[in-house]
T-cell receptor, first 110, second 109 residues
Framework: TQLLEQSPQFLSIQEGENLTVYCNSSSVFSSLQWYRQEPGEGPVLLVTVVTGGEVKKLKRLTFQFGDARKDSSLHITAAQPGDTGLYLCAGDSGYSTLTFGKGTMLLVSP | SQTIHQWPATLVQPVGSPLSLECTVEGTSNPNLYWYRQAAGRGLQLLFYSVGIGQISSEVPQNLSASRPQDRQFILSSKKLLLSDSGFYLC????????FGSGTRLTVV
């Protein structure tokens, strides 16, 4: 069974702070995705990283895929209350379904 | 463009009653379809997935079943609900990336 472990499980910060959340596994993935889920809604895809060492930026969000394609990180600069939500990573290992982590719940207070 | 519809948004059902949640996808053909359950805003538990009409794979043996009567329709059912069936149910479609529906909050009382 392939597992994706996300840390921290919960993060509460003030607006304007920077943060990094992690997604780690002992397994290699063809690609890794990050989703954000707001309360009462379904997860929404933020980004897919495919190449080991790849870095993608979406405005204040920076995603990195580990060189060995076993881990990923999400860094948010100058967090805003609108960034609040559950951040899920998911890995594609070539099976029929994605493997999801349990998520990091982020709360950004004004 | 592709869209996914899931309903109802909320549902309160008594223990022992039946359940039917429906999910439909528009704008794509022969999609891979998935049912997930999420407890307390945490991780996603895969319940069922389907790669084609009539093809259902079950990930977790439980009180639920799924059917795919049409190419873009996926139904989650139960004959008799248990308290432990309460949760947030999500339908999704996709292959390498997933698009999720807006979810159904099921409370069994």
């Amino acid at each position: 069974t392939q597992l994706l472990e996300q840390s921290p499980q919960f993060l509460s910060i003030q607006e304007g702070e920077n943060l990094t959340v992690y997604c780690n596994s002992s397994s290699v993935f063809s690609s890794l995705q990050w989703y954000r889920q707001e309360p009462g809604e379904g997860p929404v895809l933020l980004v897919t990283v495919v190449t080991g060492g790849e870095v993608k930026k979406l405005k204040r969000l920076t995603f990195q895929f580990g060189d060995a394609r076993k881990d990923s990180s999400l860094h948010i600069t100058a967090a805003q209350p609108g960034d609040t939500g559950l951040y899920l990573c998911a890995g594609d290992s070539g099976y029929s379904t994605l493997t999801f982590g349990k998520g990091t719940m982020l709360l950004v207070s004004p | 463009s592709q869209t996914i519809h899931q309903w109802p948004a909320t549902l309160v059902q008594p223990v022992g009653s039946p359940l039917s949640l429906e999910c439909t996808v528009e704008g794509t053909s022969n999609p891979n379809l998935y049912w997930y359950r999420q407890a307390a805003g945490r991780g996603l538990q895969l319940l069922f997935y389907s790669v084609g009409i009539g093809q259902i794979s079950s990930e977790v043996p439980q009180n639920l079943s799924a059917s795919r009567p049409q190419d873009r329709q996926f139904i989650l059912s139960s004959k008799k609900l248990l308290l432990s069936d309460s949760g947030f149910y999500l339908c999704a479609w996709g292959d390498l990336t997933y698009t999720f529906g807006s979810g159904t909050r099921l409370t069994v009382v």
